[in-house]
T-cell receptor, first 117, second 117 residues
């Protein structure tokens, strides 16, 4: 079974600074996708960024980028120029597209990020 | 973008009563819908996967008779918490999978906070 591990329960960053959230995963499948979701205090889950496992190039979305190390099964999220609105819980998630449990999201335990003015 | 609604957003009920939560995909068809439960400051836990027109698949440890799921149409799934007890109090989130996407991309509803007195 696949697992997703986020080793940082809480982090804080000064406004305008850069922060990196860590995530590792474990799977024996070769076809999968990785995601970072943001859950602000409203508790609405928001997709931040997505990475296809077959793509070597790291995904970027404006101030958000990932460092995808497939061999190490690592998928970290970098937030540049942090803003107060980035304060939220961040969940790393995994979905496989073949095998048992395919098309089901597996979430990490989350990292609570606080952006300090 | 794809929008998923949930109703009600919050509900308070007495112990022993049943509560129904609706999940609707507003502008797309969802052959698969997912129900999650989230405890305070915790991650999302998948409860069940429902496919339109067929019985839901429940995760291990989730009581089928307590959490009744119906997915009668391509845009509506319901979760009924039967004979609710205080331990059922939680935040329930649904998601709808976009038919035809390469990984059954999930769009999340805003969640329902259930409080059982």
């Amino acid at each position: 079974a696949q697992t997703v591990t986020q080793s940082q329960p809480e982090m804080s960053v000064q406004e305008a600074e850069t922060v990196t959230l860590s995530c590792t995963y474990d799977t024996s499948e070769s076809n999968y996708y990785l995601f970072w979701y943001k859950q602000p205090p409203s508790r609405q889950m928001i997709l931040v960024i997505r990475q296809e496992a077959y793509k070597q190039q790291n995904a970027t979305e404006n101030r958000f980028s990932v460092n995808f190390q497939k061999a190490a099964k690592s998928f970290s999220l970098k937030i540049s120029d942090s803003q107060l609105g980035d304060t939220a819980m961040y969940f790393c998630a995994f979905i496989q597209t073949s095998g048992a449990g395919s098309y089901q999201l597996t979430f990490g335990k989350g990292t609570k990020l606080s952006v300090i003015p | 973008g794809a929008v998923v609604s949930q109703h009600p957003s919050r509900v308070i009920c007495k112990s022993g009563t049943s509560v129904k939560i609706e999940c609707r995909s507003l502008d797309f068809q969802a052959t698969t819908m997912f129900w999650y439960r989230q405890f305070p400051k915790k991650s999302l836990m998948l409860m069940a996967t429902s496919n339109e027109g067929s019985k839901a698949t429940y995760e291990q440890g989730v009581e089928k008779d307590k959490f009744l799921i119906n997915h009668a149409s391509l845009t509506l799934s319901t979760l009924t918490v039967t004979s609710a007890h205080p331990e059922d109090s939680s935040f329930y989130i649904c998601s709808a999978g976009l038919a035809g996407s390469s990984y059954n991309e999930q769009f999340f509803g805003p969640g329902t906070r259930l409080t059982v007195l």
